[in-house]
């Protein structure tokens, strides 16, 4: 009577666990589909962003490109040539 008792047991726990996994598939089948969607949109906005940086960025250096060059158009080429300084005395 043991052995099948103990068989019962085994079979029923086995059932059971088996029954909640399946539950709780279902339950978190939809949650688990959502969040999957906002991960996807949210590299996507991620990918949007960094190409407008990107951009950005490049516009930022070619104006810097251009206020370099005006600069040594409006000082000439005594601006790149370094002024000797004065040693104080000790």
């Known amino acids: 009577m043991s052995i099948t008792e103990t068989l019962f ?9 088996t029954f909640g996994v399946l539950v ?9 589909k959502k969040m ?7 590299k996507t906005t991620l990918e949007k962003i ?12 070619d104006k810097e490109n ?4 005006m600069q040594m158009q409006i000082l000439g080429d005594d601006a790149t ?4 300084t004065r040693k104080r005395k000790k």
């Not at 047991?9 to 666990?17: E, K, L, P, R």
């Not at 709780?24 to 688990?32: A, Q, V």
């Not at 251009?66 to 060059?69: D, F, P, S, T």
């Open 36 to 42: 999957a969607n906002q991960l996807v949109v949210s």
């Open 50 to 61: 960094k190409i407008e940086n990107q951009e950005l960025l490049k516009r930022i250096q």
């Open 9 to 17: 047991d085994i079979f029923s726990a086995s059932v059971g666990a």
């Open 24 to 32: 709780g598939f279902i339950l978190n089948h939809n949650r688990t």
């Open 81 to 84: 040539k370094k002024k000797p």
């Open 66 to 69: 251009i206020i370099l060059q």
